[in-house]
C-alpha cells in the first residue's frame, strides 16, 4: 500500500514540474501538497523531506506564476 501511495506522489510531482502553464500548475499543487503530507502523516516520508519537496514545489509553482 505504501509503493502505491508513494509511487503515485512522485508520478504527480512529475506531472507538476513539467506543467508550464502557471494558473494549471497552481490548481494542481494543493493536490500535489495533500498527497505528501499523507506520506508523511504515515511516516513513509520524513517530516523534514516533505516539507523540502512542498517548499521546492511552490517555489516553482511561484516563478512559473510570474
Known amino acids: ?3 502505491y ?3 503515485s506522489t ?3 510531482i512529475l506531472k507538476l514540474r513539467e ?3 502557471g494558473t ?5 499543487l494543493p ?4 498527497m505528501i503530507d499523507t ?3 504515515k511516516n513513509t516520508w520524513h517530516n523534514n523531506k516533505a516539507s523540502n519537496l512542498k517548499s521546492k514545489l511552490t517555489k516553482f ?3 512559473l506564476s510570474a
Do not use: Q
Open 1 to 3: 500500500r505504501n509503493r
Open 39 to 41: 506520506l508523511a502523516k
Open 24 to 28: 494549471e500548475a497552481k490548481k494542481f
Open 19 to 21: 506543467m508550464e502553464d
Open 61 to 63: 509553482v511561484t516563478k
Open 10 to 12: 512522485r508520478t504527480a
Open 31 to 34: 493536490h500535489v501538497i495533500s
Open 5 to 7: 501511495y508513494k509511487k
